[in-house]
């Protein structure tokens, strides 16, 4: 099986700011989308939610001080990601529309194996 990263793209900070009720329904929709790639053969491997971009720390290219906030000085950012694995690319984007559907972006990215790395 390959391993890819599912990226969740968007206004990290709209989150958190949700009345409850969306942000449940935000969660039913995550739950969709694992039961989703169970049913369909896909293993989850890992992710997480992450906390507001604002509480961030960032190091730049080359710098030698840590600055608070997000590196990319964007609206949009990561605000959590999956690492799944599964032999059915297409159909691994198929169930990411669930998530696309909260709002946000999804960026799906394979990882780079032991393999890769050694050559």
Avoid: K
């Amino acid at each position: 099986m390959t391993e890819y990263v599912v990226l969740l793209l968007g206004d990290a900070e709209r989150w958190w700011d949700l009345p409850e009720e969306e942000r449940a329904a935000g969660y039913e929709a995550h739950e969709t989308f694992t039961a989703r790639l169970v049913e369909r053969g896909h293993r989850v491997t890992g992710g997480a939610e992450l906390h507001r971009a604002s509480q961030a720390r960032s190091i730049a290219p080359n710098a030698t001080t840590v600055t608070d906030g997000p590196w990319a000085e964007t609206r949009e950012q990561v605000g959590g990601f999956y690492l799944v694995e599964t032999d059915d690319l297409d159909d691994l984007l198929d169930c990411c529309l669930v998530l696309a559907a909260t709002g946000d972006a999804v960026e799906v990215r394979r990882c780079v194996t032991a393999e890769e790395r050694a050559s």
